[in-house]
């Protein structure tokens, strides 16, 4: 297991964009598949995007972000990133990423790790 710590959220108003950070204590960081999830209120943790282990490898997205959100990982600095643009109201959840061992899959229950979760408000 590895420590999460995500930054970067805030209040944007709607076409904005937003770049979220998350940055692990582990030094094999880039050994994890990563992905990022989000839950808004009253709804279901859903997944936004994830990232194979290392760099240069796939990347996947939630088709409701798919062209305007991008996933990459610094795994010099032990950081993955979401760039968030055009952002929408619907977008609106608390953030949280996540990292585990082996493949990338797209269920957050697969995922052991897991940081505190960062608030992102789209306003219209």
């Known amino acids: 297991q590895v420590q999460l710590v995500e930054s970067g959220g805030g209040l944007v108003q709607a076409g904005g964009s937003l770049r979220l950070s998350c940055a692990s204590s582990?030094?094999?960081?880039?050994?994890?598949?990563v992905a990022w999830f989000r839950q808004a209120p009253g709804k279901e943790r859903e997944f936004v995007s994830a990232?194979?282990?290392?760099?240069?490898?796939?990347?996947y997205y939630a088709d409701s972000v798919k062209g305007r959100f991008t996933i990459s990982r610094d795994n010099a600095k032990n950081t993955v990133y979401l760039q968030m643009n055009s952002l929408k109201p619907e977008d609106t959840a608390v953030y949280s990423c996540?990292?585990?061992?082996?493949?990338?899959?797209?269920?957050?229950?697969?995922?052991?790790?897991w940081g505190q979760g960062t608030q992102v408000t789209v306003s219209s």
């Open positions: 996540a990292a585990k061992r082996g493949g990338v899959t797209i269920h957050w229950a697969d995922f052991g790790s």
């Open positions: 582990g030094r094999t960081f880039g050994s994890y598949a």
């Open positions: 990232a194979e282990s290392w760099v240069g490898t796939s990347t």
